[in-house]
């Protein structure tokens, strides 16, 4: 239990003593659990490594994985990954140049984590072109189960290896649990010339596999993306990617919650290989009148673009292709370059886009009811497959806040009604505690100029705080009023992310722990996320460091924020919550 300083130091001291590193170089194929390795040793991955069919890989709290080359993770189908990071010492994959101190623009450095399940997957045609699975037979637009695909940026070894394959019958497969990880300069396939990678790239992943608390900070392409399945996502962090933001294809139906996105640079590169594109992007299926369909729920999301407000130099808030049904509930979308939607019919994908054979046009998706599902023409009750939404039109935003952006909807040119709009404000003030810009900008020697976010408190302010919520609790969705990903005096990014280690997160007003002087008696009260059933122990010592720490109160988590107060407490000690 290490604060993230103390690890920074530690890491930093053992850095300049030679660390020593152990290699992971071959597919893992027993169930294999990896601990903590001493302050300044880690382990490396330099080439792809599997984790195989049946196998598990447990990263225990702390694991720190410096990579290079080809160096990636990849789990296939069958498999599981575990990772079992804190908040005070998360799981951290990143490049053997991370000086765990200081950002660097820089990406490039390594692979990625990808994870192949066996959810569903609309992946008929790429390119216009028909794909063949692993079977040797074309895949069908038909939701039989029968689709998969190889992962992007992958690559078979040889006839019959099925490794980096997704895809399956099961959208309620368990490939594990993600908590507390943190992915940092990554992207790169070197192998394979001109493949880039995303951060975390979740193919068919199903919806028994937890990910909670993971962060992307500089990759070459996108930082996650979503190839169908029914996988959720919860306190997303993403930040300075080289494409899109949080990228969505084939035909995903799951739901996400709680994010804090910016839009930035990864180094001096061009946009979409290094310098951000889109924030969101999403494609329904491939081809567009193949099932599934996208059809999911983002809620309390805070997605900040390039601040430039020119249009040209950071693409659309979402941008919307093949179908796609997405409702955004309870967000704040700020300094956006081009609109908040973004039509973006002509994407070179091959696929054909809105309106293709009988389906939905986009101003249909926005305007018609959640309930009007696809058909089969296999006897799939669509209901079953289509889960995610439960009220309103197939598209839309509710509850939502547009502040500086740059344009927000072409629904004029679609003949969009207000349908899919219910309570959206445009405030005058910022509706986030503060935001800090580098004003000299970064200009790359494509031309492209920007303005990169150097400092920031996301927590709601303003008419943020209250717009009432427009999800409701149910087993994964928490019932939040405010816009954003976070309310408005506590800070979920604080202790674990690169953000806050290299100096981007302004905790000034909003630490972890908040000294209150308006007890009787002073005293101490801190609030905490929580997750259902786990203990959470708060604890006090007389230095930062925590080098003796006593043991205030033991609370059991309900699996929202919950707050412990001690009127008595001695204020001039330090107190923070460990798990």
Known sequence: MKTQFIIAAALLAAGAANAAVTYVNQDIATSTTLPALPDGDYYSLTNVVYVMPGASLTLEAG?????????????????????????????????TNDNFTAWQAQCNQWGSIAICGNGMISASHYKGSAVTGSDGVLNSKEPDGGSDKIMEGLTTAYVGDTRPYYGGNDDYDDSGSIKYLSIRYGGQQSSLPNKELNGLSLGGVGAETDIDYVEVMNNVDDGIEIWGGKVNLSHVNIWNIGDDSFDIDEGWRGKAQFGLIVQ?????????SGLGDNIFEHDGAEDSDAQPVTTAVIAN????????????DGDGGT?????????YRNCIWMDVSEEVVRPDGDDGDGAQGYGY??????????????????????????????????????????????YNNNDYFEFEEMGQTNAALNNIVEPAVMPIASLVR???????????????????????????VDMGASVKADGFFKEAPYAGGFSADHNWLLGWTAADQYGFIDSSSHG??????????????MTFDTDEGIEYYVQSSADAGFTTAATEAVLVGTGAEMAWADAAADQTKFFRVVK
């Open 264 to 272: 930035g640079y990864s180094g001096d590169y061009n946009q979409g």
């Open 301 to 312: 999301f805070t997605a900040i673009g390039q601040g430039n407000g020119n249009g040209e």
């Open 512 to 525: 972890e722990s908040v000294a209150i002087n308006d007890m009787v008696s002073g005293g101490v009260a």
């Open 438 to 464: 580098d004003t000299a900008g970064f200009t790359s020697t494509e031309g492209k100029t920007i303005s990169p976010v150097i400092s920031i408190d996301p927590c709601a302010a303003g008419v943020a």
């Open 63 to 95: 694991v720190i994985f410096k990579n290079s080359g080809d160096g990636s993770l990849g789990v296939a189908r069958g498999a599981q990954l575990f990772v079992e990071g804190t908040k005070y010492e998360p799981v951290i994959f990143t490049s």
């Open 357 to 402: 054979n009988g389906t939905l046009t986009m101003a249909e998706v926005f305007s018609e009811s959640y309930t009007n599902l696809p058909s089969n023409g296999i006897g799939i009750a669509p209901w079953t497959l289509y889960t995610a939404q439960t009220e309103g039109t197939l598209a839309g935003f509710e509850n939502c806040v547009f």
């Open 319 to 327: 941008a919307w292709r093949d179908g796609a049904r997405i409702q």
